[in-house]
C-alpha cells in the first residue's frame, strides 16, 4: 500500500527463478498489483515528493515522502476506490514505516530510526501477516476445508485475533486457547469476533497445560487443524514473503539493522533472512524479556540469522511507552532495544529499523494504562 512499488523503479534485477528469494519477489509483486488502493510510486511523481514526513517512500533526494491522499482519491474513479475492498485478506501487509526524528534528537542518537507500523494492519498487529500465511500454508497442502476444518491455535490474544479474522473470511471455525492472565482486551476482542476461547490456568503445568488442552480437543472433536506459530515454518515464511521485501523496497536498500522482539521468533527469522539475502552485511538483534530470556538459552526455530541479543525489562519497555505517548503502540521493547543499539559506536550514521507490532489500546486494562485507568476511575464529574 506505501511506497515505491513499481517494478521498473530502480530495483536491482529479478532474482534467479526457482530459488527462495525469486519465490519471495515474485510474491510481492503480485501483492503489489492487488492493492488496488496504492498510490503512485514518488519516483514517478515528477516533484521530488515530500515534506518531511515518513509514511513509507523515500524520493531521490533522500527526504521522505508523504501521500496526499485527497489527490490520489481524486484521480480515481469511485468505482477504481471501492475496488477489492469486499476482500478485506488484501488489506494485510505494506505498512508504513515512520522516522522517528524527535526520540533520535532527545536522546541525542547519531542514527537514522525507523519503525514499521503494523497497527496499520486490518486487526491492528504483525500477527495478521502470521495468520493469514499460516492458513494459506494449510490450504496449498490440502491440509484444510472450509466449511469443515475446525482451526485450533494457542495464543496469547495477537494471533489469535488475525486468526479470527482471516478464518471469518475464509469461512473456518476457530478455537483460541489461551493463558488466563492475558489481557481482558483480547478476550473481549476475540469473544466479539466469534471466536471460542478456552482460557487455562497458567499455574497448572504452565505453557504445557495449553498443549495438552489442545490435544484433548483433538480427540473430542472432528476434523480438527492445530495451528502452531512456534514450529510451524509458514510463520516466518509470512515475513519472508511480505516484511522483508517490504522493508528493503521503502528503504531503498539502505537498511543497516534490523531489531525485532523474539516471540515467536518468526518476524526476526524471516525478515532477517530477506535482509541477509540481500545484503548479507545487514546486522539483526533480538530483542527478549530481561527477566525470562528464551533464545539466548535454546535455540528452537532456524534462527541462524541472529547476531546479537538485547535484554530488555518489562518496567524499561512500559517506561519507554510512557514517555512517547504520541505513538501509542504496545509495550515498547522493540523501541528501547532500538535505542540501546543505536547508542553504540558502531550504529553512528546507520539505518535502523524496527516494529512496532500492535497498537497500545489492545492494552488498556494492563499494567501499561493501571495508572491512567486510576485516575479516570477516580474523577470527579464538573457541576
Not at 33 to 55: C, L, T
Not at 222 to 234: G, K, L, M, R, S
Not at 282 to 311: H, N
Request: net charge neutral; with cysteine.
Amino acid at each position: 500500500m506505501y511506497g515505491t512499488c513499481s517494478d521498473d523503479d530502480g530495483a536491482p534485477p529479478s532474482p534467479p527463478p526457482g530459488t527462495a528469494l525469486a519465490d519471495a519477489t515474485a510474491d510481492m509483486r503480485q501483492r503489489q498489483r492487488r492493492k488496488r488502493r496504492e498510490p503512485p510510486s514518488p519516483a514517478r511523481r515528477g516533484d521530488g515528493g515530500g515534506d518531511g514526513v515518513d509514511v513509507g517512500g523515500r524520493n531521490r533526494e533522500g527526504s521522505v515522502t508523504q501521500w496526499n491522499w485527497g489527490q490520489v482519491i481524486e484521480s480515481q474513479s469511485p468505482k477504481a476506490i471501492a475496488l477489492n475492498l469486499g476482500y478485506w485478506l488484501q488489506l494485510i501487509g505494506w505498512t508504513p514505516l515512520i522516522e522517528l526524528k524527535n526520540i533520535a534528537k532527545k536522546d541525542g542518537i547519531n542514527a537514522r530510526l525507523i519503525g514499521k507500523i503494523e497497527p496499520y494492519q486490518p486487526l491492528f498487529s504483525v500477527k495478521d501477516r502470521s495468520a493469514l500465511r499460516l492458513i494459506e500454508d494449510a490450504e496449498e497442502k490440502s491440509l484444510i476445508s472450509p466449511g469443515v476444518t475446525t482451526l485450533v491455535a494457542v495464543t496469547s490474544g495477537n494471533l489469535g485475533i488475525g486468526m479470527a479474522f482471516v478464518a471469518a473470511q475464509k469461512g473456518y471455525k476457530f478455537i483460541a486457547v489461551m493463558p488466563a492472565k492475558v489481557a481482558i482486551d483480547k478476550q473481549i476482542l476475540l469473544r466479539y469476533l466469534g471466536v471460542e476461547v478456552i482460557l487455562v490456568d497458567p499455574a497448572i503445568n504452565g505453557f504445557k497445560g495449553l498443549l495438552d488442552r489442545v490435544e484433548q480437543l483433538k480427540n473430542e472433536m472432528e476434523n480438527v487443524y492445530v495451528v502452531d506459530q512456534f514450529t510451524n515454518p509458514a510463520n516466518p515464511d509470512a515475513h519472508f514473503r511480505w516484511t522483508g521485501p517490504e522493508i528493503w523496497k521503502d528503504t531503498e536498500g539502505k537498511v543497516d539493522i534490523f531489531v525485532a522482539a523474539s516471540g515467536s521468533g518468526g518476524t526476526l527469522t524471516g525478515t532477517g533472512r530477506y535482509l541477509k539475502m540481500k545484503n548479507p552485511s545487514v546486522k539483526l538483534i533480538c530483542v527478549e524479556p530481561a527477566e525470562s530470556a528464551v533464545i539466548s538459552v535454546s535455540i528452537d526455530q532456524d534462527l541462524y540469522v541472529l547476531l546479537s541479543l538485547a535484554g530488555v525489562t518489562s518496567q524499561e519497555a512500559m517506561d519507554m511507552a510512557r514517555s512517547h505517548l504520541y505513538l501509542l503502540v504496545a509495550w515498547s521493547s522493540d523501541l528501547c532495544a532500538t535505542l540501546q543499539v543505536a547508542a553504540r559506536e558502531e550504529s553512528k550514521n546507520k539505518m535502523i529499523v524496527t516494529m512496532f507490532s500492535s497498537g497500545g489500546e489492545r492494552y488498556l486494562n494492563s499494567e501499561l494504562f493501571a495508572q491512567v485507568k486510576e485516575e479516570c476511575v477516580n474523577m470527579n464529574m464538573a457541576f
